[in-house]
């Protein structure tokens, strides 16, 4: 009997170690695991600070390519290619700001919240904004230099429409002079000339009554306008020629071709066409 009664000790004891174990181990558990949901709440929260922070320097980094592209093209702002670039760069940048703005503004509100060491946020965050602060006067330099070179473009622009106006204006008064020198010289040096037989040149009124040229109504229309110091020959097409105006001996042959048809040639042409600069040839 005692020794059952020792047997059944031993089993309750047993058995009230087990439970402790267990309950032991069940708290361990417990505590562990949240102990690492604290350190992956840090992880996480670490890993967004740090990602916002790599975010707005990756902005700094691109808003100062776009300032190097401004320059790049700066140098040459009458090109409207580079006016383009400069506009679109500058457009560029704004966003950037404004999107570094933001994302600071983002890490203001996690150092009210954050369980990491505030002060080293908290300088991280101020070392941002200065360097925003910094960019944003750099860039409203920009802005200004490139508004006054806008003037100045337009100025420019001004003054080379008003040059090309007044380019235009003498181009058009030299063309105008240019054609009336060049008309005068045409008629100075212009002369008439026709033959026909006797019976064309009366109707045409050009022989009337024996006399030429008399009648102030003949054709004019059938007289050939010539420069008198290119054509120095006259062909005639005809076996009789007679020269019915007045032109100078000596200044004019009137020969025959291989055919036997006259031809009209001019020696001297300011003496021929000095009395008149109609010439009427009668011809068979």
């Not at 702002?77 to 983002?106: K, V």
Request: glycine content about 4%.
């Amino acid at each position: 009997m005692k020794k059952i009664l020792i047997l059944a000790l031993s089993a309750v004891t047993l058995a009230s170690c087990d439970q402790f174990g267990r309950h032991s181990t069940d708290e361990t558990l417990r505590e562990r695991d949240s102990l690492m949901q604290v350190i992956n709440q840090k992880d996480d929260e670490l890993n967004e600070i740090m990602d916002c922070v790599n975010e707005v320097q990756d902005g700094f980094r691109r808003i100062n390519e776009a300032e190097g592209r401004i320059t790049l093209a700066d140098g040459s702002p009458e090109s409207a290619s580079s006016r383009g670039i400069i506009q679109e760069n500058m457009e560029y940048i704004q966003q950037a700001m404004q999107q570094n703005r933001e994302l600071i503004a983002q890490l203001q509100e996690k150092l009210k919240t954050s369980t990491f060491n505030a002060k080293a946020l908290e300088r991280t965050i101020g070392q941002l904004q200065e360097q925003l602060e910094t960019q944003n006067q750099r860039i409203q330099e920009m802005e200004a230099s490139l508004a006054e070179k806008d003037i100045v473009i337009a100025e420019q622009g001004e003054q080379i429409d008003n040059l090309t106006g007044n380019v235009n204006n003498l181009t058009q008064e030299n063309r105008e002079k240019a054609e009336t020198v060049a008309q005068q010289d045409k008629d100075l040096h212009a002369a008439w000339f026709v033959f026909g037989t006797k019976a064309e040149l009366k109707e045409q009124k050009i022989l009337k009554d024996g006399d030429v040229l008399k009648s102030g109504d003949f054709n004019k229309d059938y007289f050939t306008q010539i420069d008198i110091r290119v054509v120095k020959e006259i062909k005639l097409y005809s076996k009789s020629a007679e020269l019915l105006t007045s032109h100078p001996k000596g200044s004019y042959t009137l020969e025959k071709d291989q055919k036997g048809e006259y031809v009209l040639r001019i020696v001297d042409a300011n003496r021929f066409w000095s009395v008149s600069k109609y010439l009427v040839i009668r011809v068979k």
